[in-house]
């Protein structure tokens, strides 16, 4: 079923930074969750993170991914760890703590702190994850929310299709 407080923005060939840009110029949520366009969230995650915000009093969620084939079918899962909940912001960047991009659940706020993003940038993932540690109170859920489609060649998986991308509204 529709749920009308979920909006989804294609913007198809520009990049994962453009389709991020582009979606959250038009974000009108309390909170915001970003989603490469061929993966997948749990059916929990989005109330499990706000759960999780509204516990901790945190405005930043972070979580586990499990890594998904090109059919669907589970492969794996990544503890994203504590790390960037609990350590100094100077800790974090010297160990260059990074949790992909895709694994964050945080307050519109950071919308007008961030964004946009120059389209070519590639480190988007260490930018995000120091900024938030830097303006926020980040905490950490440990529960696999994120299906995170692999594809041959990539770090975590590969090269993927950033077209769309998903706010959610409160």
């Known amino acids: 079923s529709r749920d009308s407080r979920i909006r989804v923005f294609v ?13 959250l110029k038009s974000a009108i949520g309390d909170y915001i969750h970003l989603l490469a ?11 499990e993170c706000l759960l999780r915000c509204q516990e901790a009093k945190a405005d930043v969620v972070y979580h586990d ?6 059919r669907g079918r589970r492969t794996g899962t990544r503890a ?6 609990e350590l100094s912001l100077d800790e974090c960047a010297l160990r260059m703590i990074v949790i992909g991009g895709g694994f964050y659940f945080f307050a519109r706020r950071f919308v007008d702190l ?11 993932d260490l930018s995000l994850a120091l900024a ?4 926020g109170t980040v905490a950490y859920l ?4 994120y299906h995170y489609r692999q594809h041959p060649g990539q770090s975590l998986g590969a090269e993927y299709d950033y077209s769309a991308s998903l706010y959610v509204k409160r």
Not at 132 to 135: A, H, P, Q, S, V
Request: with cysteine; glycine share 10%.
């Open 37 to 47: 366009g061929d993966d997948e969230l749990a059916p929990a995650c989005l109330r």
């Open 11 to 23: 913007n198809s060939g520009r990049g994962k930074v453009a389709a991020f840009n582009s979606g």
């Open 132 to 135: 938030f540690k830097l303006e």
């Open 80 to 85: 994203n760890g504590r790390e960037l909940a």
């Open 142 to 145: 440990p529960v696999p929310l």
């Open 114 to 124: 961030f964004w946009p993003q120059p389209e070519e940038w590639l480190a988007e």
């Open 65 to 70: 991914n499990v890594f998904i084939d090109r």
